[in-house]
């Protein structure tokens, strides 16, 4: 369970992130949305032990991101916009790597391996340079590596942008199925359709803020709109106008 504790974080005299305050439980997909600029980003950073909070606190499992960060990444997966693999290892020499920094080694290292190869059927390219791999295949190495060390909470940014048709049809049914094993999934994507069939529960966030969270039921009930995208876009609107 990640709870995200009325965090806020300045940078100069910009306010990013004011009293963002949710949790993502257990067995369901949180999704975070918000317009360029809203603090995503920033708010996903600081869960992910990047950055610091100047207020407020990310508990991960319990163990605060600020006090104990590496007990905290311990539990957690994350997946960055940017896939950052190294582009001169191999699919499987990419996951090794931080299989080994998050403190696997030997057969047990090897056969979590095998395990996410199949999972995520990466057996074509396992070893080959990651160098030249499509968007789809980054993202799957990028998610194995998130995956090896078999975390409880997985932070997830934009994981299907760029991916075709089939690759973000393949790695939804990954979401789900990690979801229902028990994990505790935060995304955030620009995708309503994505966010209508994959969330649980929808956290959006607007000029640093939250300006509606609880279930895609709930936030058309909150902004009156029975269509979830025109929901988001009134609940940012309506945001905006106040300001």
Known sequence: ????????????????????????????????LGPNGAGKSTTLRIISTVLKPDAGAVRVDGSDVRINGEAARLKLGVLPHASGLYPRLTAVENIRYYGELNGLSGTALRQRIAELVALLEIQEFADRPAKGF??????????????????????????????????????????????????????????????????????????????????????????????????????????????
């Open 134 to 243: 499509s968007q789809g295949q980054r993202i799957k190495v990028a998610l194995a590596r998130a995956l090896v060390h078999r975390p409880k909470n997985l932070v997830l940014d934009e994981p299907t942008n760029g991916l075709d048709v089939m690759a973000t049809r393949a790695l939804r049914a990954i979401i789900k199925r990690l979801r229902d094993a028990g994990h505790c999934v935060l995304f955030s994507s620009h995708v309503m359709q994505e966010v209508a069939q994959l969330c649980d529960d929808i956290v959006i966030i607007a000029r640093g803020r939250i300006v509606a969270h609880g279930t895609p039921d709930e936030i058309r009930r909150q902004t009156g709109e029975t269509d979830l995208e025109e929901a988001f876009v009134k609940a940012v609107g309506e945001t905006g106008a106040a300001a």
């Open 1 to 32: 369970m990640i709870e995200v504790d009325n965090i806020s974080k300045h940078f100069g005299r910009v306010q990013a992130v004011r009293d963002v305050d949710f949790s993502a439980p257990d067995g369901r997909i949180t999704g975070l």
